[in-house]
């Protein structure tokens, strides 16, 4: 009901409103109009259907009702005449994609760049609200006036979770239609269902539910029909299409100006189906989308007026979080953390945060949901922490007290009356001593002791807090105050707290320069913004439920600089550090850049290392919640100078500055590509994996995680220096884990999102690999270009070589033909290296190629690695040890040796996927022994053991064990 258009009567007054121009197009049982509304000089497009499509026009309304982005066609309004329903939204003049591919015939490489990231870019908002946009095709989208793409029908969309068939159902089923129509209508319905059968991904058209996943294939497929000006699978036959598109590849992109980018985004798109079909980390990260990325960096820098560095500084990051941030992906909700900690108990820590991330597709969006713990959201008390101050234990005398000494127990046990009669007695004799001038003195530290005493318990702290007690007699009771904020949990809308807060922020402000002043008031006043934010923030009140002036929170700011009293600083800091755990309206005075560098110059120039760690906590919650405070830091003082506070510190230290830095790069592309390019900083980063404590591991996992992502040449260092050893280390517990049993969980829960990460990556790292060998075959010498990306790309082999020769990481690592790639390619490095880059590209490159991507191959490899004991992982080490062996002394002087070994390993690549007549043959295994026999004993131990093992293996558990022994 809520998405009835509005009546017939209205809509033929609004029809006046409006003036039809010529048609546009037309649909199945609709026809779009140009229009505009009389007085306004807005086109829009105007679409009139046939009553029949109520569901779809009703869920198209329902789904884009709320969207605003630039590449989705906006909805303006609907309406319903006695025939039609009419949709008015926004005009897209180019027409449909599928018009202009009919025109110009295919893209070019740019072109499809260009309107591609249009797709990703709106396709991307859509998942982030939750929405599958399901029937993805060219007609579907549409290009307005000034060259942008926009996704147009949401008609078969649906949200995420949702069976779009029942939805339509349901509002087919309101429509008032006749007996007999109704079975033709809902067949119409299934039929409008299946959408595009060229477009739909396998599952789909297996009877599955769209997802995101199938968006995305769709997506490959209008890349590839931009590309081609066909769509990948294309036949007239319903059921020969669909077996195309469930069993067989498509043929790759072969026009000559597909760039090498391009094709492995095609053909990770398809080949492998499953296995390799992109996600949207993937997709993101893809070298395609690079250099438009950039201009579109570049042009919104050039747009925009000029900022001061934190304004930029957000500014970024909002361009950032829109192309590359998370993408929660199930719904927005599922992207808000909780991180209140009104309800906690005992006011010590903050409530446990879920760490998950089995939610999240996104490296980004996961890092930003483990970044911080229950253990960063800590909240201790300012009053009485004797890590502040020293404190002496209070005593009273229950003789001379001038109310009943009744214990905590007592009191609280008090029924309205008897508490209202002691409550009286109290406030007259404070009254009394404060107006007499004689023994008042004791008598009043008695009372005030005994109160301290009792107001540990959290009733009375309640009941007193919300009394008269604590607006009138603030100067007496100044300490005992702080305690009853501190044991207060419940403060009532009209409890005078806001009067104790002026009132000790007016006696702050006059006693600025007074250090032992300082250190009585601001413990007080910190558990009262604390209480305040936090009860504000247990009743989701934005607005201030009790007033705090500013001057609160600057006297804070104030303490926390001038001077030079630790305690005094040590107590403003913990306050922020308290109050930003749980940011709520009127305390978000505190977060601002001047707040910020105080903060660090307290840690970076405080001698008390308690000190030193309440800086940087305090620091890194408030970056927590605004990052740019934390940027505008680095911004002055260069990460250089931040990431130097790593060396020589407490693990505490460590870790708070790590999870200030991940919160902060987080939304900085920019500062995160300063730090990656000074490879001392990333070892900075790094060396924080030798740390003892699990926390400082784990925190140290996401800000690599950060800056490797999308780096590949940061990832290669890490591997360079230890990476790989370090995760093994962890991932095989191999230190025992001291510390809190949860806290080894955190560490867990880093590393799977490092492995996963890995695991994504690694894939992609090959397949770049092979794109730059694609290039080169049938070449004897490669072009410059094709020289640089080999270059380039080839050293970047060795991530995936460190991560499937690794027993740890390989057992996590879970695509299976990635370590048969290996394999193959690490033989084709070295024949690059033993060959000098030449000749052997025309012959065996190509037989290699066709191997990788052949079924049988995939298949049979799947068995191998499923095996307890691998076959190919110690065929890897051994090529591997080979190739780093042998790669320079072969050159081109011992053709002897170099033969032997190509012979070996070419043994190597048929003996473990090869299944044709030549696999295992009698030469072959001649040949293989041969080598081994004449080889082995010049071979380090290491490789001897392994081939060893290979060979015992061969010998034991495959089928053609005879003939291998025999050999
Ligand atoms: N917002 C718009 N601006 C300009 N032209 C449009 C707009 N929307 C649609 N058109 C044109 O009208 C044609 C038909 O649009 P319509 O949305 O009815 O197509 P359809 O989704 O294929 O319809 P159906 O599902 O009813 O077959 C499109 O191919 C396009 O050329």
Redesign the pocket.
């Known amino acids: 009901q809520h998405f009835s258009p509005p009546h017939s009567s209205i809509w033929n007054n609004q029809m006046e409103n409006f003036i039809l121009y010529e048609e546009?197009?037309?649909?199945?049982?609709?026809v779009?109009y140009k229009g505009r509304r009389k007085g306004n000089l807005n086109y829009v497009?105007i679409?009139c259907?046939d009553k029949t499509?109520r569901p779809e026009i009703t869920n198209h309304v329902r789904l884009t009702q709320d969207l605003d982005h630039p590449n989705i066609?906006n909805f303006y309004e609907w309406y319903e005449t006695s025939n039609h329903l009419w949709l008015v939204?926004?005009?897209?003049?180019g027409?449909?994609l599928e018009?202009v591919i009919a025109l110009d015939g295919s893209l070019s490489q740019d072109g499809v760049r260009r309107f591609g990231w249009h797709l990703v870019k709106g396709l991307k908002h859509i998942h982030e609200l939750g929405i599958i946009f399901s029937d993805l095709t060219p007609?579907?989208i549409?290009l307005d006036g000034s060259g942008i793409l926009k996704f147009?029908?949401f008609?078969l969309s649906k949200a995420e979770g949702e069976t779009l068939q029942d939805f339509l159902t349901l509002f087919s089923a309101s429509e008032e239609i006749e007996e007999g129509d109704s079975n033709q209508n809902t067949d119409n319905l299934k039929k409008r269902l299946q959408g595009s059968t060229a477009y739909s991904a396998p599952e789909v058209l297996e009877g599955s539910e769209t997802n995101m996943n199938s968006d995305l294939w769709s997506l490959g497929c209008i890349l590839y029909y931009m590309y081609t000006g066909k769509p990948p699978f294309c036949s007239d036959n319903y059921t020969e299409l669909r077996e195309m598109i469930l069993n067989e590849e498509p043929p790759p992109p072969s026009c000559c100006s597909c760039g090498p980018y391009c094709k492995v985004l095609l053909i990770m798109h398809f080949i492998f189906r499953c296995i390799f079909r992109m996600n949207w980390p993937q997709l993101l990260a893809h070298p395609f989308w690079t250099q438009i990325i950039k201009e579109e960096e570049d042009s919104y820098g050039r747009h925009t007026p000029r900022m001061s560095g934190t304004q930029t500084s957000i500014v970024n990051h909002t361009l950032l979080s829109i192309l590359f941030s998370s993408c929660s992906c199930s719904s927005r909700a599922n992207s808000v953390r909780n991180c209140s900690s009104s309800d906690c108990p005992n006011q010590n820590i903050a409530p446990q945060v879920t760490l998950t991330t089995s939610n999240c597709t996104d490296t980004t969006c996961c890092v930003k949901d483990l970044l911080h713990t229950e253990f960063d959201l800590t909240v201790t008390p300012v009053i009485d922490n004797p890590k502040i101050l020293k404190n002496t234990p209070v005593r009273y005398d229950p003789k001379t007290l001038c109310v009943p000494a009744y214990s905590g127990e007592k009191l609280q046990s008090l029924s309205d009356e008897e508490w209202t009669v002691f409550l009286s007695q109290l406030c007259s004799s404070i009254e009394e001593q404060s107006h007499s001038t004689s023994t008042a003195t004791r008598s009043k530290l008695n009372l005030l002791c005994y109160l301290c005493c009792v107001v540990g318990h959290t009733v009375i702290a309640n009941r007193l807090i919300n009394s008269r007690l604590v607006g009138k007699h603030i100067f007496v009771l100044d300490s005992l105050m702080g305690l009853l904020a501190l044991h207060c949990r419940d403060l009532g809308v009209d409890s005078p707290v806001s009067e104790a807060v002026s009132t000790l922020t007016d006696l702050l402000r006059d006693n600025l320069r007074n250090s032992k002043i300082k250190r009585l008031l601001l413990p007080p006043l910190a558990e009262f913004l604390y209480l305040i934010s936090s009860q504000e923030k247990k009743r989701g009140s934005p607005e201030g439920l009790w007033f705090v002036p500013a001057a609160a929170y600057t006297g804070l700011m104030r303490s926390l600089r001038e001077g030079d009293d630790t305690a005094v600083h040590h107590m403003a800091a913990k306050a922020i550090e308290n109050i930003s755990t749980v940011l709520s309206g009127p305390s978000h005075h505190l977060v601002t850049t001047e707040i910020g560098s105080a903060l660090w110059y307290l840690f970076t120039h405080s001698t008390v290392e308690a000190v030193r760690v309440t800086a940087i906590s305090s620091l890194s919650r408030l970056t927590r919640v605004v990052p740019a405070i934390f940027l505008s830091v680095i911004d002055t003082c260069g990460p250089v100078a931040i990431l130097e506070g790593l060396v020589g510190t407490g693990a505490r230290v460590q870790q708070h500055l790590l999870t200030a830095v991940a919160a902060a790069l987080l939304t900085s592309c920019t500062q995160t590509h300063r730090v990656t390019q000074n490879r001392d900083l990333v070892l900075k980063v790094l060396r924080c994996l030798e740390s003892p404590s699990t926390i400082t591991r784990a925190k140290a996992i996401l800000l690599l995680l950060l800056l490797i992502q999308d780096n590949t040449h940061t990832l290669l260092y890490c591997c360079q220096n230890r990476l790989v050893i370090y995760l093994e280390r962890d991932l095989r517990k191999a230190t025992p884990l001291r510390e809190n049993p949860s806290q080894s969980g955190y560490l867990s829960q880093c590393l799977d999102l490092l492995i996963a990460y890995l695991s994504s990556t690694a894939p992609v790292i090959m397949e770049d690999v092979l794109c730059a060998l694609r290039g080169v075959i049938g070449r004897r010498h490669p072009t410059t270009p094709q020289s640089k990306q080999l270059k380039q790309t080839l050293p970047t082999l060795s991530i995936v070589l460190d991560l499937v020769s690794s027993q740890v990481t390989w057992s996590k690592i879970t695509s299976h033909c990635l370590v048969l790639k290996a394999l193959a390619v690490s033989y084709i490095h070295f024949l690059i290296n033993a060959k000098q880059q030449s000749l052997f590209l025309n012959t065996e490159f190509p037989f290699i190629y066709q191997m990788l991507y052949s079924d049988m191959f995939m298949s049979r490899y799947e068995t191998l690695l499923r095996a307890p004991e691998p076959i190919p992982l110690h065929a890897l080490k051994l090529l591997v040890s080979m190739t780093e062996h042998n790669g320079q002394q072969l050159s081109a002087e011992n053709q002897e040796i170099w033969e032997e070994s190509i012979h070996c390993l070419s043994l190597l690549v048929q003996l473990y996927c090869g299944e044709g007549p030549d696999c295992l043959s009698p030469s072959c295994l001649r040949s293989f022994s041969h080598v081994l026999r004449t080889r082995m004993h010049t071979e380090t131990p290491r490789t001897q053991r392994t081939a060893l093992k290979i060979i015992k293996r061969l010998v034991s558990k495959h089928p053609h064990k005879r003939t291998i022994r025999k050999a």
């Open positions: 546009l197009g037309a649909g199945c049982n609709s779009v497009a679409k259907t499509k066609a939204v926004e005009l897209c003049t027409g449909s018009s007609a579907k549409l147009g029908s008609c």
